[in-house]
Structure formats: C-alpha cells, structure tokens
C-alpha cells in the first residue's frame, strides 16, 4: 500500500474515531441520553436534553478536543525541532512554565480571563527556549534535555506551590488546574484559547514542508537553505503557543503530547509531516475525548480528574519509550 493511501485511510479512521468518541460523550453522563434524545436535545436546546448538552457536555466536549489536538501537534513540533522522540509539553517543563503564568495571572489578575491564554504562552515559550538552550549548553543529548525539563517543571511546581501559600485565595481553583480537567469550563476562557489552538494547527499545517527540512536535521536542513534559527524559533513558539493555550483552560495535563504523537507516528511510517499532523491532531482531539469521558463515568457517582487517568497511561509508555530508546542506542 502507498504511503499516500495510507495515509488517507489513517486520517479517515480518525476523523470517523472522533466523531465517535464525540456522540460518546454527549450521550454518557449522570443522565444517559440516547441517541434520538441526543439529537433531540441538539435541535431543542430550551429541553431538558438542551440544557444539559448547551450548558454541560458541549463546552466539555469542544474543550477536551481543543486541548488534545493543541498538546499533540506541540508534542510533534518539539519532538521535531529538538530532535529527541522523549520531549513533550509536560516532560520538558512547557507546561509547567504556562501554569505558573496562569497562577500569577490569578493571583494578581483576578476575573481578568482573557489575559490567561497570552499569559500561559509567554509561560511557555519561556520554558521551551530555557530549556533549549540549557540542553546546547551542556551537549544537548536527548536524556540531558529530559533532565533539563524535568528540574524546570519542578522549579515552575514550587513556584505554583509558593504562590499557593502567598495567595490561598486560589487554592481551590489551583488545585484543579494542577490536576487537569475539564470541570465548569467556561466558553468566556475557552474561546480566546481555542482560536490559538486552531491558528496555531493551521500555522504548523502551513509549514509542514520547512518542518520536513528540519526534521533532516540542522546541518542537513541548513545545507539546503533552510533559515534554521528562524524555523526553529517558529515551530518552537508555535509549540508554546500550542500547548500554553490548552494549558490555560485544561491545567496541567502531561504525556497527552508524548503519548499521541507515538501512536500517530506508528500509523503513518514514511508518511509527510503534513498528514503527520493532521493525524495528531485528530488522534489527540479523540484520545483525550475518550479518557475524559473514562474519568467522569467510570466511578460515577465521583469524578476523577482526566490528568490523573492520562498520568496512569503515560507514566508506563513513558518507561517503556525510555527502555526503547536505551536499547536503540546500544543495538
């Protein structure tokens, strides 16, 4: 089979994978709502089925694609641009960055909601390039810049604790952030934020090809006239943004970009960068559609927040991709 049929037929499969995990969460909850109520309600909104969708699983639902399409395609630019297969978002302390940016913006910016997004990118565009240019400094190997990222998010975790104890005032609300999840999301928040993650995913789709050159690598990519500093300032930034602006509504949710960019990588071998990652995005947007509707109905009447079930699952395939990639190495 060609690669471009292959990849058709995989985007396809996610694409009708996502449609599915989306009539899945609208129709599970506290009220099961089948799917003629389901459609019902869609068509109703002033019906008791309406109100739950409007108010409840809609906004839920468009958050929890927003965020895991923004955290997979950040996973993808990072993985690329720093040419290491174990960087991440969370791994190597971006989102870290982007929520100790939220917490001060709640803790001296009150109210002021729209602020949050630009808040988390400058966040993490800080840690991102920090992080970067402490891995060059000391050989920019790939378990370094692991190293690097992980002393980072917990030097930006301390910070989040440290403003905790000054202003306990946001407590209750910092401690969902620190968890992650999608309870009460507000479309005052996650408008501003999802308008980044869908111009950012446009962006990246827009330069897939110079992605491509990069992912050659430096030397080769600059062999071939690529600009190489401006091109990896762009991606890394667009990771940032990415990844800031989902952090900014979704909290601290790790191993999303470890995790999904993996799996797409393993659907489409040889495949483009373009079609890399539409299939991220598309398989991040389902996957973590799916493990927040997991964590709200599995221990139903009690809700367990979505980072703690995506924490179970990456935790493990982050050891497993470590243990790979050693074995790699000595092979």
């Keep these: 089979m060609g690669s471009s049929r292959r990849s058709t037929l995989a985007i396809f499969a996610c694409a009708v994978s996502l449609l599915l995990a989306a009539l899945l969460a609208l129709s599970l909850g506290a009220v099961r709502l089948s799917l003629t109520e389901l459609f019902y309600g869609l068509k109703e909104i002033d019906s008791p089925a309406g109100r739950i969708l409007l108010h409840v699983r809609v906004p839920r639902l468009l958050a929890a694609a927003l965020a895991g399409a923004g955290l997979s395609v950040s996973g993808v630019l990072i993985q690329t641009v720093l040419q290491n297969p174990l960087a991440s978002p969370g791994i190597i302390g971006v989102n870290a960055g982007a929520g100790l940016s939220v917490a001060l913006c709640m803790a001296l910016l009150p109210g002021v909601v729209l602020v949050l997004p630009f808040a988390a990118f400058l966040g993490a565009l800080a840690s991102v390039l920090l992080v970067y240019g402490i891995a060059r400094r000391a050989g920019a190997s790939r378990i370094t810049l692991v190293l690097s990222g992980v002393a980072l998010s917990s030097l930006m975790t301390a910070g989040i604790n440290t403003l905790v104890t000054l202003f306990p005032d946001i407590m209750t609300g910092l401690r969902d952030f620190q968890n992650g999840g999608f309870e009460g999301v507000s479309t005052g928040i996650l408008r501003p934020a999802g308008l980044v993650i869908l111009f950012g995913l446009l962006v990246s789709l827009l330069f897939a090809g110079e992605l491509d050159v990069l992912g050659l690598g430096e030397i080769t990519a600059s062999s071939l006239g690529l600009p190489v500093r401006f091109y990896r300032f762009l991606f890394l930034a667009l990771?940032?943004?990415?990844?800031?602006?989902?952090?900014?509504?979704?909290?601290?949710?790790?191993?999303?970009?470890?995790?999904?960019?993996?799996?797409?990588?393993?659907?489409?071998?040889?495949?483009?960068?373009?079609?890399?990652?539409?299939?991220?995005?598309?398989?991040?947007?389902?996957?973590?559609?799916?493990?927040?509707?997991?964590?709200?109905?599995?221990?139903?009447?009690?809700e367990l927040p979505v980072g703690i079930l995506v924490a179970y699952l990456g935790v493990p395939f982050f050891l497993w991709l470590l243990f790979r990639e050693r074995r790699k190495r000595h092979d």
């Design 239 to 302: 990771a940032a943004a990415l990844a800031g602006a989902a952090v900014s509504f979704a909290g601290l949710l790790g191993f999303v970009g470890l995790i999904v960019p993996h799996m797409a990588r393993f659907l489409l071998k040889g495949s483009g960068k373009r079609s890399f990652l539409l299939l991220s995005a598309l398989l991040g947007a389902a996957f973590l559609i799916l493990c927040d509707t997991a964590a709200r109905t599995a221990f139903a009447p009690f």
